[in-house]
């Protein structure tokens, strides 16, 4: 009875991480038509890359660009953002806004309607090291919710960006005028950059479950 058990259990565990694996890969394929989508519909560069390659440059050489494609955490009806969960919220942001057009790829397991919908994460804020203790006060203070200091995970101590700075994770409790908060955030001295994209992305690309592509376009104001 007691070897049954254990194989059960052991059957029930190799199961669930065959699971895990398949939604992974499901997701990780989404992820690459929204990708590939994207790519057809604003680069036109398949010749110049097999015929040339690509050359890779910075915004000191190409302070413009005609065309950015990054991916998101969350993306709600209107195309506001949440961004940052891997860290580099501010260069991202900077490079979107040195572009024409701003382009997201996502899966579909990004697309919500409103922004905390699927991400429970929450704001991902660059803050000044020394700042982060008052500047995570204020936001809980003004805006509710909690904000904390991002912690690393291979190593011992808080995760620093490249920018040698320290993130906070803002969990908010409810929807809000994101527009208003983004500007509101960035004047709390210490702030460095938010992890709130708003009115930046023009169109999102997100890969289904089924293997379709859906296109939301940002809305006309």
């Known amino acids: 009875m007691f070897l049954s058990s254990c194989r059960l259990v052991l059957s029930s565990q190799k199961h669930l991480r065959w699971?895990?694996?398949?939604?992974?890969?499901?997701?990780?394929?989404?992820?690459?038509?929204?990708?590939?989508?994207?790519?057809?519909?604003?680069?036109?560069?398949r010749q110049l890359i097999l015929q040339h390659g690509l050359t890779l440059s910075d915004l000191d050489r190409h302070p413009e660009l005609d065309v950015a494609i990054d991916g998101a955490d969350e993306v709600d009806t209107e195309l506001t953002l949440i961004k940052g969960g891997g860290g580099c919220l501010t260069?991202?942001?900077?490079?979107?806004?040195?572009?024409?057009?701003?382009?997201?790829?996502?899966?579909?397991?990004?697309?919500?309607?409103?922004?905390?919908?699927?991400?429970?994460?929450?704001?991902?804020?660059?803050?000044?090291?020394?700042?982060?203790?008052p500047v995570s006060r204020m936001i809980a203070k003004c805006f509710g919710g909690e904000a904390n200091l991002r912690m690393a995970v291979s190593k011992a101590g808080p995760v620093v960006t490249d920018n040698s700075n320290f993130i906070l994770d803002w969990k908010f409790e409810q929807a809000l005028n994101w527009k208003e908060v983004n500007t509101a955030i960035k004047m709390i001295p210490g702030v460095v950059e938010t992890g709130l994209f708003v009115s930046m992305a023009e169109r999102a690309y997100f890969g289904m479950e089924d293997g379709s592509v859906q296109v939301r376009d940002a809305l006309v104001k």
């Open 91 to 133: 260069q991202e942001k900077i490079v979107a806004g040195c572009s024409k057009h701003f382009v997201v790829i996502a899966d579909y397991r990004k697309n919500s309607k409103a922004l905390g919908q699927q991400w429970k994460k929450g704001v991902p804020i660059e803050v000044i090291p020394m700042a982060y203790v």
């Open 19 to 45: 699971f895990r694996q398949s939604f992974a890969n499901m997701a990780d394929e989404a992820k690459k038509l929204a990708a590939y989508a994207a790519v057809d519909n604003h680069v036109q560069a």
